[in-house]
């Protein structure tokens, strides 16, 4: 069977939506940092480390210069 993108999207995303709205509390935190650690991986073997580090900098800039500092990473330019 094969729907037209247009239905396909519809059953994605209800399937996404109620899979997601079935998850509970730690089930979310462990499929996004997978999710997480995956993207961050991709970015790092198309554009470099760098990428990667302007990527977290951009999600969350107090935690990522937490982290910055305690790895003793050198400033984003």
């Known amino acids: 069977m094969t729907l037209s993108i247009k239905e396909y ?5 209800k ?12 089930q979310m935190r462990e499929l996004i940092a997978e999710s997480s650690h995956i993207d961050f ?3 790092r073997q198309d ?5 990667v580090f ?8 107090i935690i990522f210069e937490d982290i ?7 400033e984003l330019s």
Do not use: A, C, H
């Open 9 to 13: 999207d519809k059953v994605v995303r």
């Open 15 to 26: 399937f996404v939506n109620d899979y997601v709205n079935n998850l509970t509390p730690d």
């Open 41 to 43: 991986e991709n970015i």
């Open 47 to 51: 554009t470099g480390q760098q990428s």
């Open 54 to 61: 302007e990527e977290m900098n951009s999600w969350d800039s």
């Open 68 to 74: 910055q500092k305690e790895f003793n990473l050198e």
